[in-house]
Structures are given as structure tokens and as C-alpha cells.
């Protein structure tokens, strides 16, 4: 049988009990990492219902990502019985957010159907837009589209940009805001940053929808509070504005959203616009070691601190924290996927019990590779895992067809990429011709008969696509395959197809590294496992397909994978890392220029940097593992990684490096930065 609401009560500590039963005015937590803030919230709503008798359907409750709000519905859902959580909110901000807009379209003067424009849509607009006049680059959208994101994060709109412009590309990006809004409104669309600023804009103007909105929901929590903006903070106090019945958690030193407008300080205006408003500070943490828990106090005491906190645990000292310095950033994910694979035997640990963490997606490229290559299950959250990336698919099915012509999924996807004005008419003809012969699409482009049923130009264009082909599987067979495959990307130019079909160019150059990437991975792969592919004598063409059926294989069991959301390593940014937990962590990059980002050291905003790398430590329950490499490739060349000031600033004591850098020697460290060619032909090897 489920716990009663008083048996979970008794499993907080006083202080905690004594935020779940405060109700009759604003509550706030302030406390650091893994204190039960989170727990405050869940045990609450159940409380609300269960002891309070209000209804879920009067229950809101918000936090920052998706992933949170789903553990966080689980958490809930597991206390609440039958129809009790019935209409129960719990969501992102961005999500209750539309779930407003959905219900108020005709207050909001927009039409049913309307559609959420994604960054790159809305980036596109604007790059309309702003080309009426002149010729725009990619970073002067970029920089504008940035502008017009702060100016709703901080409830300003185009009016108010333009009269308070401070300069001419103010008042150009202001210009450009108003009519980015027109056409959005004209498209019956609306932006991610409008989900929020729509709903405060209605409830502040239009006292009707504001009394539909209070009388909907009656309490609201927000969890990972210090993260939010100007906008959401109004949502916030415009529903709960009269009843002041809300909760809200945070802390400070967890703030890691100013990058899109939040304001940590709205932890400070809260007391002055809420005067009633009751402070609960939570001091013991439950979730990590001694250890973890001194490392992360130590290190976020490098910064500022407008509330002191003292956290401490009961865990135990538990294991010291390892720093593993690695060669070059692929040694770096070779071990970390090579020692999950062992850790999980010797831990006696699920997969699902250890995570990765990094400052940027990119990071997680090589590792899925390595991890792939170990046949280790993960699920990367955010992001795109490297195989559903539109041209990896490309490659793969450019890969597909060498090894299997008769693969009419391949031909398919590949046929027109890059274009060759082969249209769906032809391709339909096609479909129909080699069904009843019975044979594959790229079989029937052979056939002589097709010159009846299609036009002249049709069947040369058919022609030359598979004499294309033909002639790279002949060059396959004959010697180098990988050097086949190469310049098989290079003489159909799939470089200029990405650079077309990208809003930047930088996502095109992105683009073609990764295929480049998945090459190189597959001549690895055939030199590494040569008996894998066959016991016989075998010629580099078997050993080629059998790397492309492997790729293939991996490609196909991922995508399972993703279908079923078991026992599987966990890959997260920082970011998207909040208010989880996990028994092993691993934090990888340890870097300068990566975390602290080379962006926030030229910025001065290291002091978020601290608190992204305090959020990344404070995940780990049990081991945390922080590895970094010497050697990384950015901007396209590889360079000399300096280890991050922050490992300088945890407790020495507490550290077991491996592989430390000689940080004694700057000349060494000079000659190596000289030869960045050198180093890079020995890292490939
Ligand atoms: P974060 O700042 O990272 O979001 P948090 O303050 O929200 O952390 P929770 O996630 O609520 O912390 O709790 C951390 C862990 O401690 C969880 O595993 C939770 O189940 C456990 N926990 C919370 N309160 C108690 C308690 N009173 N006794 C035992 N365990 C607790
Ligand atoms: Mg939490």
C-alpha cells in the first residue's frame, strides 16, 4: 500500500516539513545542491491534495527542462492515487506557456492551428527580413535574433526597443523586431520566446483572461527558481499576484541560465515585492559523498555569495575524486567509454546509474562513436545523436547502396542528394517499372526497357547516378576502398549540397566534419577488427562491408534504443543536468576555454562558468570522475588545452590525478603549441 501524506512528511526534516505545510502565503527555499528541494515540491503538491483536499486541476507546477518535468510528474505520479492527480499541471514554463496560448488564441487575436516557429524558422524570417535592404552575413542575423530573444526574456517589446534604442544598430535590430512580430503574427505563428511573453502580455492587459487564469490555478510551484527570467517571473506573480499562494526553490549558486535572461536576483526582488514572503534554508544534503559535497562547496566559495550556505551530509567521506588527463580528446572518450564498460562490473552498477556530462553537445560526438564501439547502451539527451544527424543518414545510405545496390531505401534518400533533377514522376515510373519486374530500384535504372515509359532526359540522369556509383564500387574493389569513399564525397561535391541547404556556414563546415568523422571511423574500424569480419583469407573489400554492415547494425540497434528508455548510460550537457542525480558521474573537458568557455572568459562571466561546473559536480552521488585532454581540435586546428582553473580550486587533498601535466615548463608547452600540424598527424595517426 502507498504511504500516507503523514508518513512522507515524517521522512523529511523539520525543516522541509515545515515548507510542505506552509500554505497560506509565498514560500521560499533557499538552499544549495541535493538539500530536498525538489522534494519539497513533489511531497507538497501530494500534501495540497491528499491533506489539503485541493484539487490537482488547481495545482501548477513548473520547472526549467523537459527531463526535470517528466522526473518530476514520475516522483508525483507515484504518490498521488487513481483520480487524484487528475489535471494535475506539471511542466516547463515554455509548456504551460503554450497550454495559455492554446486556450486564449481569440484574446490573443491568433487563429486555431496556429504554429511554434523553431530557432532556425524564425531565423529564416528574419534573414528575409533583414535582406530586403542589404546583404547580411550570418552573424549579423545571429546577433539580432539574439537581441530581439532578450528583449522578450526581459518583457520589452518593439515600441518600447525602439524608443530606448542607445544606438543606430539598436535601432535597426528594434525595426527589425517590430516586423519580425508582424509577420510571425501574420503567419499565425508565434516563437519559443513568445510562449512565455504572450501569456504575461494577455494576463497584464486583459483583466477577463486574468480572472480566467486565477481561478483556474490556485497554487503554484516552480522549481530551479534562480533560473528564471523577467517574463517568467511575471507569469508567476501576475497568476498568483492576489492569493500569494505559491512555493518557489532555488539557488543561487545553481544559476546558469543569465545567457538567456534569467535573473538570479529575482530570488532578492521576491522578498521586496512578496513581504510576507516565509524563507526556508535547508542545510543537509542526501545525495553525495563528504567528498563530492566538499569539492563542490569549495569551489562555488570562489564566488560571490549574496546568501551563505552550509551544506553538509551524511554519506560519508566516500572515494577521492579522480582527474584523468588524457592525450587528446578522442584518448579522452575512448576511456571514459572503455571504463563504464568495466566500472559496471566492478561497481556492480547498472548503466542507467552512471552519466556523462559535458559544456557542449559536440563533445558528445566521439564518445557515442567509443561507446558504440563497446556496444555500451546510451541515451543522449538534447542534442542530436550523431546517427539520426540528417548527414550522417546521407553517408550512411551513400554507404548502404556501395555495399547493396538493391537497397531501394538507400537509393531513395540518396537519389536526389545531391540534387540531380531526378523529380518524383521519374522516381515513381521507376517504382512501378521494377516492381514488376521484380527487381531493385538501382537495377531497374539499368534496364534498356525504361526508355519507353520515360522521357530521354529522365533516363540520362538515371544513368549517370548509377554509373556513378558503379564506377565507385569498381574503384572500391580495386584497391584503397576508403580512398574510394572519399573521393567519392569529394566528386559530387556533398560539401556545397551542405553549404546550400544551411542557415550558416558554420553549420555546413560542422556538417561535413561529421561525415568526415564516420569515415574515419569506419577505416578505424577496419583496422581494428580485421578477424571480426571473417576467418578466411579476406580481401580489403570484404573487410569493408563488413565495416559498413557493423556501422549499419549500430545505426539500427541506436534507433531501437531510443524507442525503449531502460538501463542506458546517460549523456547530458551541464545544462540539461539540473536538478538530476546519479551514482557515477563523469564530467569531461576539464579545460580552459571549454569549461570555463573561451566566450565567458573574454565576457568576465567566469563566475557562471563556477556555478555550471558546481550544477555538473553536485549530479555525482558516489564517484565523480573529471577528465580533460591536452590536446583538442577547435576552429579547425588542434590546440594545446591548458587544464581549467577550476581543478586549481578543489580541496588538493580530495584530488587523485593521472597522467597530471607538467605545468611547470612553459617552453614544453610553447614547442608543443608550435607544431599544431605535427600533432595533428600523430593523432590520425
Ligand atoms: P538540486 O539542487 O540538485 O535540484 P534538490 O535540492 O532539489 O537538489 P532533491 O533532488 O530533492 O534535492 O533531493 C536530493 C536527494 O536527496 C534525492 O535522492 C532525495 O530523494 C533525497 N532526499 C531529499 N530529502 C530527503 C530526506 N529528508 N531524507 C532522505 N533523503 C532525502
Ligand atoms: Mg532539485
Redesign the pocket.
Known amino acids: 500500500t502507498p504511504a500516507t501524506i503523514q508518513q512522507r512528511l515524517s521522512?523529511?526534516?523539520p525543516r522541509?516539513q515545515e515548507a510542505v505545510r506552509y500554505i497560506d502565503g509565498p514560500c521560499l527555499v533557499l538552499?544549495?545542491?541535493?538539500?530536498?528541494?525538489?522534494?519539497?515540491?513533489?511531497t507538497k503538491i501530494a500534501y495540497l491534495v491528499q491533506a489539503c483536499g485541493m484539487s490537482a486541476r488547481r495545482i501548477a507546477a513548473v520547472t526549467f527542462t523537459n527531463k526535470a518535468a517528466r522526473e518530476m510528474k514520475e516522483r508525483v505520479g507515484s504518490m498521488l492515487k487513481g483520480k487524484e492527480g487528475h489535471g494535475l499541471t506539471v511542466s516547463t514554463f515554455h509548456t504551460l506557456g503554450l497550454n495559455i496560448i492554446r486556450r486564449e488564441l481569440k484574446a490573443l487575436g491568433y487563429k486555431a492551428g496556429f504554429s511554434l516557429f523553431d530557432p532556425e524558422d524564425a531565423k529564416a524570417l528574419l534573414r528575409d527580413l533583414m535582406q530586403k535592404d542589404a546583404q547580411v552575413d550570418a552573424e549579423a542575423i545571429n546577433s539580432v535574433q539574439q537581441q530581439i530573444s532578450a528583449w522578450k526574456n526581459d518583457l520589452i517589446l518593439p515600441g518600447q526597443a525602439m524608443s530606448h534604442a542607445a544606438d543606430d544598430d539598436e535601432l535597426f535590430a528594434a525595426r527589425v523586431y517590430e516586423a519580425y512580430n508582424r509577420h510571425l503574427k501574420a503567419y499565425n505563428a508565434v516563437d519559443f520566446d513568445d510562449l512565455i511573453l504572450l501569456p504575461v502580455v494577455l494576463l497584464r492587459d486583459d483583466p477577463e483572461a486574468l480572472a480566467r487564469w486565477r481561478k483556474r490555478i490556485h497554487y503554484m510551484l516552480v522549481?530551479?527558481y534562480q533560473d528564471t527570467n523577467v517574463s517568467q517571473y511575471q507569469l508567476v506573480q501576475l497568476l498568483m499576484g492576489e492569493r500569494q499562494t505559491f512555493t518557489v526553490?532555488g539557488?543561487d549558486d545553481?544559476s546558469i541560465y543569465a545567457w538567456r535572461g534569467a535573473r538570479p536576483e529575482n530570488l532578492v526582488t521576491l522578498g521586496e515585492d512578496f513581504p510576507r514572503l516565509q524563507v526556508v534554508k535547508?542545510e543537509?544534503?542526501?545525495?553525495s559523498t563528504g567528498t563530492i559535497l566538499r569539492a563542490a562547496n569549495t569551489l562555488i566559495s570562489n564566488n560571490p555569495h549574496v546568501y551563505e550556505k552550509t551544506l553538509w551530509s551524511e554519506m560519508g567521506e566516500g572515494a577521492p575524486i579522480r582527474v584523468v588527463v588524457n592525450r587528446h580528446e578522442e584518448a579522452e572518450a575512448e576511456r571514459v567509454a572503455s571504463e563504464i564498460l568495466t566500472r559496471r562490473i566492478k561497481e556492480r552498477a547498472e548503466w542507467r546509474d552512471f552519466a556523462v556530462l559535458y559544456r557542449g553537445n559536440f563533445q558528445a560526438r566521439l564518445l557515442e562513436l567509443k561507446l558504440q564501439h563497446y556496444q555500451v547502451p546510451y541515451k543522449l539527451s538534447g542534442g542530436t545523436s550523431f546517427f539520426s544527424r540528417n548527414e550522417i543518414k546521407d553517408a550512411m545510405a551513400y554507404l548502404r547502396l556501395l555495399i547493396n545496390p538493391a537497397d531501394d531505401n538507400a537509393f531513395l534518400r540518396i537519389v536526389n542528394v545531391p540534387r540531380r533533377e531526378i523529380g518524383p514522376g521519374t522516381l515513381e515510373k521507376l517504382a512501378n517499372y521494377a516492381t514488376e519486374r521484380g527487381i531493385s530500384l538501382f537495377a531497374a535504372c539499368h534496364e534498356l526497357g525504361l526508355e519507353q515509359q520515360l522521357p530521354v532526359r529522365a533516363v540520362e540522369r538515371l544513368g549517370r547516378f548509377t554509373h556513378f556509383i558503379d564506377g565507385v564500387r569498381r574503384r572500391m574493389d580495386q584497391g584503397d576502398a576508403i580512398a574510394a569513399i572519399r573521393d567519392m564525397l569529394r566528386e559530387m561535391d556533398y560539401e556545397a549540397w551542405l553549404y546550400q541547404n544551411a542557415s550558416a556556414p558554420t553549420i555546413a563546415e560542422r556538417r561535413m566534419a561529421n561525415v568526415w568523422i564516420l569515415i574515419d571511423q569506419l577505416e578505424k574500424s577496419m583496422q581494428a577488427d580485421p578477424e571480426e569480419s571473417s576467418a578466411s583469407e579476406e580481401t580489403e573489400t570484404d573487410s569493408v562491408e563488413a565495416a559498413i554492415s557493423r556501422l549499419v547494425l549500430r545505426d539500427i540497434l541506436e534507433q531501437q534504443a531510443e524507442e525503449d528508455d531502460s538501463d542506458r548510460v546517460q549523456l547530458l550537457t551541464m545544462h540539461a543536468s539540473?536538478?538530476?542525480?546519479f551514482p557515477h558521474v563523469y564530467l569531461m573537458g576539464l579545460e580552459e576555454e571549454l569549461l570555463p568557455h573561451r566566450n565567458a572568459i573574454e565576457a568576465g562571466t567566469v563566475e557562471e562558468e563556477r556555478r555550471l561546473a558546481y550544477?555538473g559536480i553536485?549530479?555525482a552521488?558516489r564517484t565523480l570522475t573529471l577528465t580533460l585532454a591536452r590536446q583538442r581540435k577547435a576552429y579547425g586546428e588542434l590546440m594545446d588545452c591548458a587544464p581549467s582553473r577550476f581543478l586549481d580550486e578543489l580541496p588538493a587533498e580530495d584530488l587523485e590525478w593521472e597522467g597530471r601535466p607538467d605545468r611547470e615548463d612553459p617552453e614544453k608547452k610553447q614547442a608543443r603549441g608550435k607544431d599544431a600540424i605535427a600533432g595533428l598527424r600523430s593523432l590520425l595517426g
Do not use: C, F, M
Open positions: 521522512r523529511l526534516n522541509q538552499a544549495g545542491a541535493g538539500s530536498g528541494k525538489t522534494s519539497v515540491i513533489t522549481d530551479e526553490v539557488d545553481q535547508l543537509q544534503n542526501y545525495r539540473k536538478g538530476l542525480e550544477v553536485t549530479r552521488r
